[in-house]
């Protein structure tokens, strides 16, 4: 064995230490291509603000790509409020190893991951700094036995913080950015830098869905724009991005989610499925499009 060349010490195990890091690293970032190798497109949805819809949205595309017969995998890369398990009724539900890696759960037709599967409790608080946060998504990207896919559509959360960049930067070359937004100044401010963020980062934009846009009274029928509505539209003309429709505010989709049922996949809440359907259609054309 030779000597550490910093302490020159030949029982020093940090030269070897560093070699077999070394190695394991190269061994991920291996695997991680040939993972990402199977998948043809990937599709990330973000938003610059919280609670806009991304996850019910997210979940909603997967479902309907893997009705249209695509191979789909959704990744969810919240680690700290990972809602695609209860979106999907897959809450509690832990994974398995298998071969060098580890299998995703499947809703359906739909492989999915959460980083939620991973921890022990659901209550549980994640306290992960930015380099942690990175090394869970490299992993989740590199060990998750996806095989090959259509699309994989990934959940991530709000801003442009580390998940965010950690997932573009691994996923490297990222089809296209699905951006949900409410329609109120607030949020549609944040947008704006979800935009920027995507072009600093050379990502294709699919386009602008407006989520949370009006709400019909079920006994009345009165429309009543609770967070304003078609703010985006002149936003998206503005930043010149696509505006690829809106969705109004369903309480249907509310209780779906909870139940863990997707209104893509549901029999019933027929209007509810109708306006996601009209959206991802024009999200569909961007898509193959691109
Ligand atoms: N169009 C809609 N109508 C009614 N409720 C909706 C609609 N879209 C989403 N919701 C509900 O709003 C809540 C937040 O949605 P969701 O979790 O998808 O947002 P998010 O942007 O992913 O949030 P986070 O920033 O925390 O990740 C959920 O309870 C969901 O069911
Ligand atoms: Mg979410
Ligand atoms: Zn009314």
């Known amino acids: 064995m030779s000597s550490c060349s910093s302490c020159h010490d030949k029982t020093c195990s940090a030269k070897e230490k560093q070699e077999t890091e070394t190695v394991a690293e190269f061994e991920q970032r291996q695997r991680l291509q040939s993972n990402l190798c199977r998948i043809k497109d990937k599709i990330v949805v973000l938003s610059g603000k919280g609670g806009v819809g991304k996850s019910t949205v997210a979940v909603n595309l997967a479902q309907t790509l893997t ?57 549980e608080a994640v306290i992960w700094r930015g380099p942690a946060k990175y090394g869970v998504i490299k992993q989740l990207l590199a060990t998750v036995n996806w095989g090959h896919l259509d699309y994989l559509v990934v959940d991530c959360p709000p801003g442009t913080g580390d998940e965010p960049l950690a997932t573009m930067e691994l996923l490297g070359d990222v089809s296209g950015a699905v951006i949900v937004t409410t329609p109120q100044d607030l949020a549609l401010c944040d947008v704006r830098r979800s935009i920027t963020f995507c072009r600093r980062l050379s990502a294709p934009i699919y386009g602008v869905i407006e989520n949370m846009s009006g709400f019909v009274c079920p006994h009345c029928l009165e429309r009543i724009d609770i967070f304003k509505s078609g703010g985006s539209l002149d936003m998206t003309q503005e930043m010149g991005v696509k505006h690829l429709g809106s969705l109004p505010i369903m309480p249907e989709v509310v209780r779906a989610g909870d139940a863990g049922t997707p209104i893509s996949q549901s029999s019933q809440h027929e209007s509810a499925r109708e306006a996601f359907e009209i959206v991802f259609k024009k999200l569909m054309t961007e898509i193959e499009e691109h």
Do not use: W
């Open 67 to 123: 009705q249209k017969g695509y191979k789909v995998g959704l990744l969810d890369v919240d680690v700290h409020g990972p809602s695609v398990p209860t979106l999907l009724g897959l809450s509690g539900h832990s994974i398995r190893g298998s071969g060098d890696g580890v299998d995703p759960l499947i809703a359906g037709d739909l492989k999915v991951m959460s980083v939620g599967f991973l921890l022990q409790d659901e209550n």
